[in-house]
């Protein structure tokens, strides 16, 4: 029987003999961006992928237009009737940004995710006996970037099977866990009455006017918040022409605090803000949250110390893990549902995320060491915790308390945990 040490060896040697087709398959989706959810040629790209190895059972426009599902397994186990598969998912992102494009290195992602389910499923292959019965799912998850594609993957029962989560992130440097905070957006809208700006503007009622005075309100607002919120937005519309006053103009605001329990206190302060705006100019006020609120990355120690282990072996250097780290993800309405790892990898440069800098490094030769390596790593953890029960309760264990922790300070601050 093989040893876990034989497999993750075999996951090296299979990642490594793929190297060029994914790189071809993440340079072809950098080049062409897509806006979230309208990411349909790197839809079809990753669905061809799967698809030209008949072992993977793959679902094009999985539960969304733009999202797929590729299914391999189960294999392993003692073969005895209603034995429980363990179902071990890989997430591939691949929406971009609009006048950047991939400039959060969301090809990466889908690269990641794609190498590292191909690694596992060769180790699986070379493995005769395993605990229980293993599965291998890679769900394609669209609209990062802007609906949340994972929470409505979430509400569609994509992931009700679904037993352990994987993906790795693009950043400045390694690490097996940063906290990515809870995010919600809201878009304000002032309406107004149009008058003629310079012949008689007694008439009108300004909803500029309004936007400013929001806008100023949150900005002094700022220096009353804790030092890990956030809160940052711009005006959308701010009227037509000079010579008329505004009936209509709308902000976009993102509001961000580490824990989901703190985001309702930091919507109460800012819909405040809205609302005197709206009383101080006389305008009618309209709060839309959009999209689906994003939660807090739920930590796992378990999952973080054997992803570190393995990327020490393969020459990972890990920093020491920032405190103070903003970004917001969907993955993390996902980790309050299955146990899983979101850690963040080092692409050969130190330009920040969301800009050109970073477009052009997402798509250099440069990034392929780091990112393979980061899928090596991923997949060799997923066969750490495939092969040995022990680990598997453990992570579980990890997730329940977490999550429970979680719950507890949300029922302390009188905030409901949503379901996804």
Not at 77 to 101: K, Q, R, S
Not at 132 to 150: S, Y
Not at 176 to 185: G, I, K, R, W, Y
């Amino acid at each position: 029987m093989e040893t876990p040490q034989q497999m993750q060896d075999a996951v090296q040697r299979c990642i490594d003999g793929h190297k060029d087709e994914l790189h071809s398959l993440s340079r072809d989706i950098w080049s062409r961006p897509e806006l979230a959810g309208n990411e349909t040629h790197a839809h079809d790209r990753l669905v061809r992928f799967f698809s030209q190895d008949d072992t993977w059972t793959v679902e094009a426009h999985y539960r969304l237009a733009t999202a797929f599902r590729a299914s391999w397994g189960p294999v392993g186990g003692c073969g005895g009737e209603g034995e429980p598969v363990l179902n071990v998912g890989f997430l591939c992102e691949y929406d971009a940004l609009p006048g950047i494009g991939h400039a959060c290195g969301h090809n990466l992602i889908a690269e990641v995710g794609a190498a590292a389910a191909l690694g596992l499923k060769a180790a699986l292959e070379i493995r005769t006996e395993l605990p229980q019965p293993v599965k291998i799912t890679v769900l394609g998850t669209p609209a990062e970037e802007d609906e949340g594609g994972k929470i409505d993957l979430i509400k569609a029962g994509a992931f009700a099977d679904v037993d352990l989560v994987f993906m790795a992130h693009p950043a400045q440097q390694d690490a097996s866990f940063l906290p990515c905070v809870a995010l919600d957006e809201v878009s304000v809208k002032y309406h107004g009455k149009a008058s003629h700006a310079s012949a008689y503007p007694w008439e009108g009622v300004n909803a500029l006017d309004a936007a400013v005075l929001a806008y100023n309100n949150l900005s002094v607002l700022r220096q009353q918040l804790k030092p890990e919120w956030r809160l940052h937005g711009i005006i959308k519309h701010g009227g037509e022409k000079p010579n008329i006053i505004p009936v209509y103009t709308e902000l976009n605001y993102y509001l961000r605090t580490p824990q989901v329990k703190d985001l309702c206190d930091l919507k109460a302060k800012a819909e405040a803000c809205f609302r005197a705006a709206a009383v101080a100019t006389g305008c009618r006020v309209e709060m839309i949250y959009p999209s689906h609120g994003y939660y807090n990355i739920l930590p796992n120690a378990t999952l973080a110390n054997l992803y570190e282990n393995n990327g020490k072996a393969l020459g990972i250097q890990f920093q020491e893990q920032s405190a103070n780290f903003s970004g917001s993800t969907d993955f993390g309405n996902v980790s309050f549902i299955v146990p899983g790892i979101h850690p963040f990898f080092y692409i050969g440069t130190d330009a920040f995320n969301h800009t050109e800098e970073y477009t052009e490094a997402a798509g250099a030769e440069k990034a392929q060491l780091f990112t393979l390596r980061t899928a090596k790593a991923l997949a060799m953890t997923a066969v750490d915790v495939v092969c040995c029960p022990v680990l598997l309760r453990q992570v579980r264990e990890d997730f329940s308390l977490a999550k429970l922790k979680q719950e507890k300070q949300l029922k302390g601050s009188n905030t409901a945990l949503t379901a996804p």
